[in-house]
C-alpha cells in the first residue's frame, strides 16, 4: 500500500510539474494602459503558478525607474510600477532590455528593487526554451 502510494503522489507530482508553464511578457510601449495589460496578465499567469519573465524595453523601461511619476490606472487606481512591484512580490524575473539603460542615460542603481539589467544571451537562450509562451505589448 506504501508503494502504490508514493507512485500515485509521484505521478501526480510528475503531472503538475507537466503543465506548469512559463511566460514571457516583454513590454515595449510608453502607453500605461498597454502596460498595464501585460503586468495583469502577467499577474494572473503567476497566480495560476506559472514562472513569469518581464522584459522592459523602450519608454516601458520607464515604469521601472526609482521616482518615476505615474498616471494612475482604473480600475484599482494603481501605477503601472506598483503593479510591476507586485508581479515581482509575486515571484516574477524583471529585467531592462540591454539597450534601456546605455540609451537613456540610466545606471542600474536608478531602477527599483527587483529589476535588472537583461543579458541578451540569457534572453534568447529562455526564449528558445520549449514550453515558454510569449506576450508582447
Known amino acids: 500500500m506504501k508503494k502504490l502510494f508514493t507512485l500515485t503522489a509521484a505521478a501526480l507530482l510528475m503531472a503538475g510539474t507537466a503543465q506548469a508553464q512559463e511566460l514571457f511578457v516583454n513590454i515595449h510601449s510608453g502607453n500605461a494602459m498597454a502596460q498595464g495589460a501585460g503586468l495583469v496578465l502577467a499577474g494572473q499567469a503567476l497566480e495560476q503558478k506559472a514562472s513569469v519573465r518581464v522584459l522592459l524595453c523602450d519608454k516601458a523601461g520607464d515604469i521601472a525607474v ?72
Open 66 to 137: 526609482t521616482g518615476a511619476e505615474l498616471p494612475k490606472l482604473k480600475p484599482r487606481d494603481v501605477t503601472t510600477q506598483q503593479m510591476l512591484q507586485g508581479v515581482i512580490k509575486a515571484g516574477a524575473k524583471v529585467e531592462v532590455c540591454a539597450l534601456y539603460l546605455p540609451n537613456t542615460g540610466r545606471k542600474p542603481t536608478d531602477l527599483i528593487e527587483g529589476v535588472t539589467p537583461a543579458k541578451p544571451a540569457d534572453v534568447a537562450a529562455h526564449l528558445l526554451k520549449q514550453g515558454v509562451n510569449t506576450l508582447a505589448f
